[in-house]
């Protein structure tokens, strides 16, 4: 699942109220990230199951994991 938020800064509170109930009800979205990059390239996280983990590596030309 993915998601966005757009808020005005003076509506923040309710933001952190939104991401506490996240953190209450255990989320995995609250700490999974699809895409991320990194001094070497990027990765994509692709699936996640109880026992496994995927994930797509790119490597930069010259790049080191």
Not at 25 to 46: C, F, K, M, V
Request: net charge positive; aromatic share 10%; charged share 25%.
């Amino acid at each position: 699942m993915l998601a966005a938020l757009v808020l005005y800064i003076d509506r923040l509170q309710e933001f952190n109220q939104i991401v506490a109930n996240l953190k209450y009800d255990d989320s995995e979205s609250i700490n999974l990230h699809r895409n991320a990059q990194t001094p070497s390239g990027w990765y994509d996280n692709i699936d996640a199951g109880k026992r496994s983990y995927g994930k797509r590596i790119c490597v930069k030309l010259g790049g080191k994991l």
